[in-house]
């Protein structure tokens, strides 16, 4: 089944986010339909800061990597494209159309340096620019738009993710991500406000996934989360290691 089909079936996508190598084929020997990308992760993975500080040529080698592992649909989270010029955006998803990805996270925030929304008018300017280009070179990608109102609480959290959907719709979105959203009447709201797909991820008070396939969730994604608990876990065991004096906490 094509990647964007996936976002159409009667249960939500259940997206693993993923790393590295090993993280991609534990989600394939788990029956996943579809990977993608944590640019948190890889950050944390490589030794940077959330939010572009990782270049873009680490990133491509990374997915390349990845990509070669497995047969999954693989989506990238290119953070808000690594360039604020919609061209260089659209070279940068060609490069990762190349290597076999199927689908890009982008989202309309920057870290500079704290992470602030960028004026939603301009943003779909370059929204709609990238899927002109991509269109021009039949580069067949699906577009999962994150906005950060959520994330970020923006006082008028809903209405504010309403009017820029309704911008990143016009412009050639083809999927809504929304991070940090968690209660079920916004969800509602917000699902029942287009026909685009919806993208929640997972938070401490998150509905579970029969709630969120009632409510018209689409998709559903793990963030960073599955990856900071594992390195968690690996200072629990290690710490446990040392008081013990044994490696008896690894079997």
């Keep these: 089944m094509e990647f964007k089909n996936l976002h159409y079936q009667d249960t939500p996508l259940v997206i ?91 989202e309309d925030s920057i870290v500079e340096p704290a992470r602030t929304l960028l004026n939603a008018e301009k943003f779909s300017q370059v929204i709609s620019k990238i899927t002109e280009i991509l269109q021009k070179e039949n580069i067949k990608v699906f577009l999962n738009v994150r906005t950060d109102t959520f994330l970020l609480g923006h006082p008028n959290s809903v209405e504010e993710t309403k009017k820029r959907i309704k911008l990143y719709e016009n412009a050639g979105a083809n999927g809504i991500f929304i991070p940090c ?44 989360f599955l990856f900071d608990k594992m390195y968690n876990q690996l200072k629990d065991i290690t710490e446990e290691i040392i008081n013990k004096k044994s490696f008896k906490p690894i079997f």
């Design 181 to 224: 959203i968690e209660q079920e009447t916004d969800i509602k709201e917000i699902v029942n406000f287009t026909n685009l797909p919806i993208n929640v991820m997972c938070m401490p008070n998150l509905p579970n996934f029969d709630t969120l396939n009632k409510l018209g969730v689409k998709r559903i994604s793990m963030g960073n």
């Design 16 to 106: 693993a986010n993923v790393w590295d190598v090993p993280s991609a084929k534990t989600a394939e020997s788990l029956n996943f339909q579809a990977i993608g990308t944590s640019s948190s992760a890889i950050a944390t993975l490589l030794g940077y800061q959330d939010g572009e500080e990782i270049e873009f040529s680490e990133l491509e080698y990374i997915i390349k990597r990845i990509k070669s592992s497995t047969k999954l649909p693989l989506s990238v989270d290119l953070e808000s494209g690594y360039s604020r010029n919609p061209i260089e955006i659209a070279q940068h998803i060609k490069k990762l159309s190349n290597l076999g990805v199927v689908g890009i996270n982008i």
